[in-house]
């Protein structure tokens, strides 16, 4: 495994949560933002015109089509037991995989590269993070991304340049230094690397001043589609609201700010999301009152993927990811591989949403039906956030959540969904 580089100080790498620590220093941090007041006010102002615009626009944007064989996508670690990794991936029967890569950790592009190369029938993402070195010194960056672009080349399907770029402990401390960042890599593709695909903006959880800034501004670049982190792990459930809006109406905000922004191609990649697990810490990346349980984790992850699904503006939601214990599909604490219970929960809905054909989806007093054709049979996934029953009909071909087949007379619809295929059903 290759040597672990440090970020530079004040800035430092937590290896439990695989994210950065808090940065402590308060003085520097308001340094930091007096600097990019000038940016900061652009946010606001920008902020001002293009969200109430958006909003009001939100009703007129059409569903586009999704390629749903590259939906579901799955974030993994090049570096966290690698061939148990590729073994998983097999398992589930994931095409398409997000590698993240450290700018400070350049002496390991070719163990990047390596794993790359055993994952070649796979769409790869490679999210590149960046960190404050990176940031200032744009020769640097340039250097380092020419490196990753000509090794790497079209074996990585997007590039996705940055990440969470709304929080300080990334390193970023305004939108402007981010496209100044992000300009780099565009001017470099134009020049060198024309074939690649470069996404960005990276705005995590549901800050949409600046997602509208990184869409609106004067920098020469264009995004090939657009990156966001859109975390609603805080709120509980994916159907919960955040000041009125829940994933449902957060996504579609989203994708009306992209279909008006000129700078991008009308893509959006979900690049980042999970909720954290209870009983984890030093691992979970939140504190133990965000966590939930198995079981929650199970049920939340399978609906926030139908939510998107049902969307049709998602072009690829990317599971964070593989083997973590406090927040993955897989537990290696101790060196002991343990499957949680949401590692089958996502292999059977990417069985079954890899061949899907969204129709529609039905929502009354807080019951969801989402309905769609699978290999030309009607599909409905039945869940409600208030526990009910349904009488199981002799049309009817029942599975759980998590692939199991149910022949009980009366079915249990509660928050964990339920797949109903309709026998004989008319196309």
């Given at each position: 495994?290759?040597?672990?580089?440090l970020m530079k100080e004040p800035f430092n790498w937590d290896n439990y949560s695989d994210q950065p620590a808090l940065l402590k220093d308060r003085e520097?941090?308001?340094?930091?933002?007096?600097?990019?007041?000038?940016?900061?006010?652009?946010?606001?102002?920008?902020?001002?015109?293009?969200?109430?615009?958006?909003?009001?626009?939100?009703?007129?944007?059409?569903?586009?089509?999704?390629?749903?064989?590259?939906?579901?996508?799955?974030?993994?670690?090049?570096?966290?037991?690698?061939?148990?990794?590729?073994?998983?991936?097999?398992?589930?029967?994931?095409?398409?995989?997000?590698?993240?890569?450290?700018?400070?950790?350049?002496?390991?592009?070719?163990?990047?590269?390596?794993?790359?190369?055993?994952?070649?029938?796979?769409?790869?993402?490679?999210?590149?993070?960046?960190?404050?070195?990176?940031?200032?010194?744009?020769?640097?960056?340039?250097?380092?991304?020419?490196?990753?672009?000509?090794?790497?080349?079209?074996?990585?399907?997007?590039?996705?340049?940055?990440?969470?770029?709304?929080?300080?402990?990334?390193?970023?401390?305004?939108?402007?230094?981010?496209?100044?960042?992000?300009?780099?890599?565009?001017?470099?593709?134009?020049?060198?690397?024309?074939?690649?695909?470069?996404?960005?903006?990276?705005?995590i959880d549901f800050e949409y001043h600046f997602t509208a800034h990184t869409l609106f501004n004067f920098f020469a670049y264009k995004y090939d589609g657009?990156?966001?982190?859109?975390?609603?792990?805080?709120?509980?459930?994916?159907?919960?609201?955040?000041?009125?809006?829940?994933?449902?109406?957060?996504?579609?905000?989203?994708?009306?700010?992209?279909?008006?922004?000129?700078?991008?191609?009308?893509?959006?990649?979900?690049?980042?999301?999970?909720?954290?697990?209870?009983?984890?810490?030093?691992?979970?990346?939140?504190?133990?009152?965000?966590?939930?349980?198995?079981?929650?984790?199970?049920?939340?992850?399978?609906?926030?993927?139908?939510?998107?699904?049902?969307?049709?503006?998602?072009?690829?939601?990317?599971?964070?990811?593989?083997?973590?214990?406090?927040?993955?599909?897989?537990?290696?604490?101790?060196?002991?591989?343990?499957?949680?219970?949401?590692?089958?929960?996502?292999?059977?809905?990417?069985?079954?949403?890899?061949?899907?054909?969204?129709?529609?989806?039905?929502?009354?007093?807080?019951?969801?039906?989402?309905?769609?054709?699978?290999?030309?049979?009607?599909?409905?996934?039945?869940?409600?956030?208030?526990?009910?029953?349904?009488?199981?009909?002799?049309?009817?071909?029942?599975?759980?959540?998590?692939?199991?087949?149910?022949?009980?007379?009366?079915?249990?619809?509660?928050?964990?969904?339920?797949?109903?295929?309709?026998?004989?059903?008319?196309?």
């Open positions: 495994m290759a040597i672990i580089a520097y941090k308001k340094m930091m933002r007096k600097r990019q007041l000038p940016s900061l006010l652009k946010t606001l102002l920008t902020a001002i015109v293009i969200l109430p615009v958006s909003l009001i626009a939100m009703p007129f944007v059409k569903r586009k089509t999704i390629k749903q064989e590259e939906f579901i996508s799955l974030g993994v670690d090049f570096q966290r037991e690698p061939e148990v990794s590729l073994e998983l991936l097999q398992d589930l029967g994931v095409k398409n995989i997000l590698l993240r890569f450290k700018l400070w950790e350049m002496q390991s592009l070719e163990e990047l590269a390596s794993f790359i190369e055993q994952n070649q029938e796979r769409n790869i993402t490679l999210k590149i993070l960046q960190d404050r070195e990176h940031i200032e010194n744009l020769s640097l960056l340039r250097a380092d991304l020419s490196i990753i672009f000509e090794r790497l080349g079209e074996s990585v399907n997007t590039y996705e340049i940055g990440s969470t770029i709304n929080r300080a402990k990334w390193g970023f401390f305004s939108v402007d230094e981010y496209s100044r960042f992000y300009q780099v890599a565009f001017t470099l593709k134009k020049e060198k690397f024309p074939t690649l695909t470069l996404i960005g903006s990276g705005i657009i990156s966001s982190l859109l975390y609603v792990d805080r709120r509980g459930a994916p159907e919960n609201t955040q000041l009125g809006f829940a994933l449902s109406d957060k996504i579609a905000w989203l994708s009306t700010m992209v279909w008006l922004s000129p700078k991008t191609a009308n893509k959006i990649h979900i690049t980042e999301v999970n909720w954290p697990l209870q009983g984890t810490a030093p691992f979970a990346p939140t504190s133990e009152k965000e966590c939930v349980s198995e079981q929650e984790y199970a049920n939340y992850m399978l609906r926030y993927y139908l939510l998107a699904f049902a969307s049709q503006q998602i072009d690829s939601v990317s599971w964070h990811q593989l083997i973590a214990p406090g927040y993955g599909l897989v537990d290696n604490r101790d060196g002991i591989i343990t499957k949680y219970i949401a590692f089958e929960t996502f292999k059977y809905m990417l069985q079954i949403l890899k061949h899907a054909q969204f129709l529609r989806l039905d929502i009354k007093r807080n019951y969801y039906i989402l309905q769609c054709l699978v290999n030309d049979k009607l599909l409905q996934i039945h869940w409600s956030l208030i526990d009910t029953t349904l009488q199981n009909e002799e049309f009817f071909n029942v599975y759980d959540r998590d692939g199991n087949p149910l022949t009980t007379k009366t079915l249990e619809i509660t928050g964990k969904p339920t797949y109903i295929y309709i026998k004989d059903a008319v196309q």
